[in-house]
């Protein structure tokens, strides 16, 4: 029942989700195609009046507009049901009137606001407006003559005012759209929210411990959900049958890191291709594409150094033998200034400052190598990632675990740090707290792998925790000499 009542929430979460953003959508755009049809209405019926203006100034000519005499005459001939003519000069006053022949006793229309557009841009309008004379409803629609304005006006009938309401069969139409978009979005929904029930159900039934033997044989939807839930059962249910598979598993993850490798060398290969294919080639764009074949060698490069690193780490955990017979008393503030002075470059154009904290003589037996890799990793997660960081300090002291001496070293930064989430993660293959981040700042995702199973190598332990004030501080232990 919580499977199926989850199932259910998350198909109706995401189903309100996307609908509600393509309903708010068909709402805005039928808002928006509503107006946009009816201020086309006004804009028709406005040009109308103000054709008729024009015909009006022409046929009088500008000079005999407010000639009484004409302007009757002419209204009279050219008449249309309930039409309302006036003449207003410059200053608002009505000169001349259809209406009314008293127009001593009109107020003035300077403040009209078609009177105002007409003296500004030439014409305007104004709409549903009450008429003070005649106590009726307009639509008013002015046109500017020098220093004479002709001004039309038609009464709000019923009959106007269905012209000028939009026509609201597109809302229908909108409406079915929604209404088909919508069925076909909770069919998808469904398929989906299935598909996390399943996950679901299968996450449960494994965390209780229960029988999953016929998990990789259960008939799932022929679709890509569907094999991405089969290949999850399926590697699950070897991962937990079979320590070797899981031995295998874990030696693949740095094997199939070869698909890394296909970007940088698709890079090339493009930016070659183009070389070689235009001969004529500008030599600054040529120098270009070879700076960037130039690059992205140079990060195939690590990431290849990187995978044998861990290579050598893995075989040496199958043959700590071997290890020991190859240690030798390393001095480590040496190898810590090797890492240091290989690096100085990148810190000084970071604006972070090194300090080291440490004994006058801190020796151990170790590979030198694999020591200079741990060191070397954590300076260069500084310098990727640590984000506004100025300071990087190393400090070791010595501690004394279970009756054996150690020597406990941190490398801690004051940059941005780490959500403590992702604390626990970092130490992984390919773990990136940011998608894509290693990448583009020319990481392999492999460095502090690097650098937990160099310490582990050694017999001591690696953790990463909060520096104080901010910043991530990395601690791990090496036995003393």
């Keep these: 029942m919580v499977t199926a009542s989850k199932g259910k929430s998350f198909q109706r979460n995401l189903l309100l989700s996307i ?38 100034a022409q046929t009088l000519g500008e000079d005999s507009l407010a000639s009484p005499h004409l302007f009757r005459d002419y209204v009279a001939r050219h008449i249309m049901e309930g039409l309302r003519v006036s003449i207003i000069d410059r200053n608002g006053r009505v000169v001349l009137d259809s209406y009314d022949a008293d127009v001593d006793s ?60 939009a026509d609201n069969s597109y809302i229908c139409f909108a409406a079915a759209l929604t209404l088909l978009l919508g069925l076909v979005l909770y069919h998808i929904t469904h398929r989906i929210s299935r598909h996390i029930g399943y996950l679901r159900e299968f996450a449960v039934r494994a965390e209780e411990g229960q029988e999953l033997e016929s998990e990789p044989k259960r008939r799932l939807p022929d679709d890509e959900l ?22 295998r598993i874990k030696r693949q993850l740095t094997q199939n890191a070869a698909h890394e490798l296909k970007t940088p060398a698709a890079s090339i290969h493009g930016y070659l291709e183009s070389i070689l294919d235009n001969p004529d080639m500008p030599e600054e764009k040529k120098k270009h594409f070879l700076e960037r074949c130039y690059a992205q060698s140079e990060r195939m490069s690590k990431l290849l150094l990187d995978m044998g690193a861990l290579t050598k780490l893995d075989e040496l955990d199958d043959k700590t033998s071997q290890l020991v017979h190859e240690r030798r008393r390393v001095d480590v503030l040496q190898v810590i200034h090797s890492a240091l002075d290989d690096t100085a470059l990148q810190l000084q154009d970071k604006g972070i400052t090194p300090e080291l904290h440490a004994p006058d003589h801190v020796e151990v037996w170790g590979d030198q190598s694999l020591l200079y890799s741990i060191f070397r990793n954590l300076i260069d997660n500084v310098v990727a990632y640590a984000a506004g960081a100025s300071l ?7 501690v004394e675990i279970e009756g054996r001496h150690f020597y406990e070293f941190s490398v801690s930064d004051n940059g941005c740090g780490v959500e403590s989430r992702h604390l626990e993660h970092i130490f992984e293959r390919f773990y990136r707290i940011d998608k894509g981040r290693s990448r583009k700042l020319g990481g392999t995702g492999l460095g502090l792998a690097i650098v937990k199973n160099a310490v582990a ?11 104080p004030g901010g910043g991530l501080t990395v601690s791990f232990t090496l036995a003393r000499f």
């Design 392 to 398: 990087l300090n190393i400090v070791c002291h010595e």
């Design 106 to 165: 009109l107020d003035n229309h300077l403040q009209r606001a078609e009177i105002q557009r007409a003296l500004h841009d030439g014409n305007g309008y104004d709409i549903k407006r009450l008429s003070q004379s005649t106590h009726e409803t307009y639509f008013y629609s002015a046109t500017r003559f020098g220093d004479i304005i002709v001004r039309t006006a038609v009464p709000y009938s019923a009959e106007l005012t269905r012209s000028l309401e």
């Design 457 to 467: 190598v050694h017999g001591g332990q690696v953790a990463a925790h909060p520096s």
């Design 19 to 56: 609908g509600g953003v393509f309903l708010l959508f068909a709402v805005c755009f039928s808002v928006y195609q509503y107006r946009r049809e009816k201020e086309y209405k006004i804009d028709i019926l406005h040009s109308r009046l103000q054709m008729y203006n024009y015909e009006m």
């Design 226 to 247: 569907g094999d991405i839930s089969h290949t999850i059962t399926t590697l699950y249910w070897k991962l937990r049958h079979s320590e070797e598979d899981k031995l």
